[in-house]
């Protein structure tokens, strides 16, 4: 490290074969593995170096730099152990306080140097400070910055020293040309690409601090508009590629189909009738659907899961659904047993907790195609598994799982014997034929398609993605713009609005008596018990706790426990004896958040309401207000409040319409929260902000069909700038 240091301070340059491993892997775990993207690493805030602060008028709270003499400097012991300075220049004096510091550091700040420090004035123990100052002895000849001095995002162990001196001989080594036409800039009045990335690096002291801190200075608006575009560009790429590869065509006969929903005691509404049309309609192409099914909590979205998969078994494909837990996915398999054995068809359950014995029958079935339609966890896709002939892959409740999961699922329906070759691509693999280089957008644009195991069979299964957590409109068109949607907008008929009462935990034994005169009545209720600091093993704890002692208070009540702990045999024992209203009160851990469907049950009372995110408190409340009787969510919450806290409360008290919530959530959390596992997938946003940059967001969506359609060089040079080195296994 020394070494490297030494040799860029010697030449102010960089030659990477010199810079360390260890330095190359600390730049790896700021995503820079090639120098462009030292280009794209931006301040994240500036220090002003370019002119000194007379001491005297320097207030509490500002960040300043000032120049002069040490008067005095000791070690004191109280309040702490420090090394306090007293510097001096000719309008008044000021303390340096160290709390951790090295003897070379004493040295440097013996009585009599003259010391440049920058660093954040206030009120100390012994008068004007400075806590831990940067601090560089002078001479009287040493010249100020001539422009704002950068601090970039680092990690540990990474100077900014060194940072800077990559950035800059990136800056004055790599081509700067712009990637856009001037048409383009001129019509959006876009700056150009070098100006602004040179002013971002290096910005002259009279710019507006507030507009680089805020990101709306002009330099920052082309940054933000250029990543934006790259993100559009590649979905678009992503979407016409996915256009060119190929998958069995469906047609929809509608035999099949046409029975279950005889069979079925109500009608579909007509956002379901809609929806499957969409589907069936993508099922008929010879190209991969990928398609989302978005629908609030309750909306029915199993019903259209089934037809989709009743379209592909009728073709004689097989079809395989997945879900993100045990309990939800057996729930699954129970119901469309339910519907489908009527016309002949036997569904195979799948999940990891089943025998060894069982599991090699379930896969044999599978193998053979014995089964046409598989349902399970994610043991459906390990590598074990081959379908016989998979035409299409449901996952429900989508966000819940890895893009891997996911991958690996597609892929399945490409291996046509039974090589036990795993699919599963390690993180950063998914680039085969994907580098931007050898993409022509116009006739052959990059594949994800991998090197195919036993045969050609190119084709790979349609897919089907659904979740209930509702997309704001910004999150659609930016994160999910490759994704075709289908939105379930209105809920079976005959359904009251859950009413939400918010309630203090010191009023707990009036709503504990409550649970029990509902149940009294006839009702069934859940118990959800709280997150308790992420930890599992504690959230289980107090499950146990809770149900013991509504046990002991209410022996005449028949309760039920249930957590991801209990084994498979047990869960399912209990949820069935809850479904068949064998147990009037259900303590819970959050296993039962996503999609547990038992319309009798209509009180819920969600324990340290508080401690959960939106959707969650939404997918939770969504287990209640099935039936026709009037339900009710009781959040017990626990003050005080945080300010983040109330405002979630108060949001889920107030709306009971996911879409407001999930709009809400996008504001309170970003959009990291929403787009749940995708995210690990997908190259967020660094620089943009999708609520706040909605205007940039929607020029880059234009900009994109437009370079696309008259400017494919200037498509591929942006995203080569932008996405070259990013995995691109993002589109799954
Ligand atoms: P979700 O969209 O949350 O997955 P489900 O598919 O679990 O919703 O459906 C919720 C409940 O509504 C189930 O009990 C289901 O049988 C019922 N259901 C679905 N469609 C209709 C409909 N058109 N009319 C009445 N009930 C329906
Ligand atoms: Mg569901």
């Known amino acids: 490290m020394r070494v490297v240091e030494h040799y860029y301070e010697e030449n102010n340059l960089i030659a990477p074969a010199k810079i360390s491993p260890a330095t190359l892997s600390k730049l790896a775990k700021l995503g820079i593995r090639h ?20 001491i005297a008028t320097s207030r ?82 040493t010249q100020l910055q001539q422009s704002l001095t950068p601090v970039y995002p680092t990690t540990a162990g990474l100077s900014q020293i060194i940072l800077r001196k990559l950035i800059a001989n990136a800056l004055e080594t790599l081509p700067l040309g712009d990637t856009l036409p001037d048409a383009l800039l001129q019509s959006l009045k876009l700056a150009d690409f070098a100006a602004s990335i040179q002013l971002l690096h290096n910005p002259s002291p009279d710019i507006s601090a507030n507009s680089l801190e805020e990101r709306t200075h002009s330099a920052w608006r ?93 073709n004689g494909y097989q079809a395989a659904l997945m879900a993100p837990t045990e309990i939800l996915a057996e729930q699954h398999y129970l119901k469309l047993r339910d519907w489908l054995e009527p016309l002949g068809i036997t569904p195979v359950w799948l999940s990891g907790s089943l025998k060894k014995k069982e599991k090699q029958l379930a896969a044999e079935r599978i193998a053979s195609g014995g089964t046409l339609l598989a349902i399970g966890t994610h043991a459906l896709f390990q590598e074990q598994i081959s379908f016989h002939k998979l035409g299409l892959a449901i996952v429900d409740e989508q966000h819940k799982f890895g893009v891997q999961q996911r991958l690996a699922l597609r892929n399945k329906g490409k291996v046509t014997n039974s090589s036990a070759e795993s699919l599963l691509l390690p993180p950063g693999r998914g680039k085969v034929g994907m580098g931007v280089e050898s993409m022509d957008i116009h006739t052959s644009t990059p594949s994800l398609t991998l090197p195919l195991h036993g045969g050609g069979n190119s084709k790979e299964p349609h897919q089907l993605m659904m979740s209930a957590t509702p997309i704001p409109r910004t999150l659609a068109m930016s994160y999910y713009a490759d994704l075709d949607v289908s939105v379930i907008d209105e809920l079976p008929p005959g359904r009251t609005p859950v009413i939400t009462k918010l309630v ?42 809770t149900y013991e002692r509504v046990r002991a208070d209410f022996p005449e009540l028949k309760v039920g426990l249930v957590h991801g702990k209990l084994d498979n045999a047990e869960k399912a024992r209990v949820m069935s004896a809850f479904k068949a209203n064998e147990l009037q009160l259900l303590v819970a851990t959050t296993v039962i958040e996503v999609g547990v469907d038992v319309p009798n049950a209509s009180l819920m009372v969600i324990d340290h309401a508080e401690r959960m995110g939106l959707a969650q408190l939404h997918q939770l409340r969504g287990r209640v207000g099935r039936g026709a009787a009037q339900s009710l969510c009781i959040l017990l919450y626990q003050q005080p409040l945080s300010e983040l806290a109330r405002a979630r409360l108060k949001i889920i008290f107030e709306s009971n319409d996911g879409f407001a919530i999930a709009q809400h959530d996008l504001q309170l959390r970003g959009p990291g929260e929403l787009l749940g596992a995708r995210q690990s997938g997908v190259a967020m946003l660094r620089f943009a902000d999708i609520s706040a940059d909605e205007d940039l967001l929607n020029q880059a969506r234009l900009a994109a069909d437009e370079l696309l359609r008259d400017f494919p060089e200037a498509a591929r040079a942006h995203l080569q700038r932008w996405m070259a080195n990013k995995h691109d296994y993002l589109h799954v």
């Open 35 to 54: 120098r462009s993207e030292l280009l794209l690493h931006l301040p994240l805030r500036y220090e002003d170096e370019t002119h000194l602060a007379p």
């Open 60 to 141: 509490p709270g500002q960040t300043v730099q000032v120049q002069g003499v040490i008067k005095h400097s000791e070690v004191v012991f109280r309040p702490r152990r420090s090394l306090v300075c007293r510097l001096e220049d000719n309008s008044g004096e000021l303390y340096l306080r160290f709390l951790n510091f090295y003897p070379s550091q004493q040295k440097q700040l013996a009585v009599g140097k003259q010391i440049r420090a920058v660093g954040e004035v206030r009120m100390g123990h012994y008068g004007p400070e400075m806590v831990h100052p940067k601090c560089r002895a002078v001479d009287d000849d």
């Open 222 to 314: 082309r940054i933000k508009f250029d990543e934006l575009l790259a993100q559009q560009l590649s979905m678009r790429v992503h979407h016409r590629e996915r256009s060119k590869r190929t998958a069995p065509a469906l047609a929809p006969h509608h035999q099949l189909s046409t029975r279950l929903i005889k069979s079925l005691p109500f009608a579909l509404t007509k956002a379901q009738q809609r929806t499957f049309a969409e589907i069936s309609h993508d099922l008929a192409k010879p190209h991969p659907m990928q398609r989302l099914l978005l629908g609030d909590v309750g909306s029915g979205k199993t019903i259209v899961a089934a037809l989709a998969a009743l379209q592909a078994i009728e």
């Open 504 to 545: 203090s935990d010191e009023r707990r034994d009036e709503v504990i008596a409550r649970v029990r005169a509902a149940c009294m009545e006839g009702q069934q209720a859940y118990w959800v018990c709280p997150l308790i600091d992420e930890s599992e093993a504690l959230q289980l704890q107090t499950a146990i706790e």
